[in-house]
């Protein structure tokens, strides 16, 4: 079965630092897959997503993330993080091209210090 | 900018008694979807729909049903609310006109729901 984790269920950092949120997916093929932000009181939204090509990906907000075959992974990456980052991150994937039938990970709160 | 609009925001029902949770979209997506999300699981698929009229079983379907009256609308029900539905549910829409995986989905705020 598919499956996501995300090994770290908060982080924090100081505003002005750098971020990576790490991803690991479960599947024998190369997956969809997608990192979604839920900010407070709110519904997710959609920062990136990936299926081939160049394995960097650019996203909203300056976030990027790379895809890693070799290691399964899709880890979120953000070169100078604000206060307003803070919230909570979810890696997720698709296998299926059905698309919105994701399988979510549990998520990393991300706090950013001032 | 693509909406989605959930109902009630918030609700409290007893153990037994029929809940059903309303989303609208003015997205014209086909697609539309019902997520719950609790501690310790992410969030899960309850049922999902391709067009008015369908529905298809998700992840978790157990105990819930829904309906697709319309492109725009598409509900959530609970015919015996049982404390373990205690959660917060999240509906969203989505378009794969953009060619397969490539859909984005477009959440709601979410309805907490109380389960006494």
């Known amino acids: 079965a598919q499956s996501v984790t995300q090994p770290d269920a908060r982080v924090t950092v100081s505003e002005g630092a750098s971020l990576q949120l790490r991803c690991k997916y479960s599947?024998?093929?190369?997956?969809?897959l997608f990192w979604y932000v839920q900010y407070p009181r709110q519904g997710l939204q959609l920062l990136l997503k990936?299926?081939?090509?160049?394995?960097v990906v650019q996203g909203v907000n300056s976030f990027e993330a790379e895809f890693s075959k070799s290691n399964s992974s899709f880890h979120l990456q953000k070169a100078s993080v604000h206060w307003s980052d803070s919230a909570v991150y979810f890696c997720?994937?698709?296998?299926?091209?059905?698309?919105?039938?994701?399988?979510f990970g549990l998520g990393t709160t991300l706090q950013v210090q001032p | 900018e693509a909406a989605v609009t959930q109902s009630p925001r918030n609700k409290v029902a007893v153990t037994g008694g029929k809940v059903t949770l309303s989303c609208n979209q003015t997205n014209n997506h086909n697609n539309m979807y019902w997520y719950r999300q609790d501690t310790g699981h992410g969030l899960r698929l309850i049922h999902y729909s391709y067009g008015a009229g369908s529905t298809e079983k998700g992840d978790i379907p157990d105990g819930y049903k829904a309906s697709r009256p319309s492109q725009e609308n598409f509900s959530l029900i609970l015919e015996l609310a049982t404390p373990s539905q205690t959660s917060v549910y999240f509906c969203a829409s989505g378009d794969a006109r953009g060619g397969a995986g490539a859909e984005t989905l477009y959440f709601g705020s979410g309805t907490r729901l109380t389960v006494l």
């Open positions: 990936y299926y081939s090509g160049d394995p």
């Open positions: 599947y024998s093929a190369t997956p969809y």
């Open positions: 997720a994937l698709t296998v299926t091209g059905n698309t919105g039938k994701l399988i």
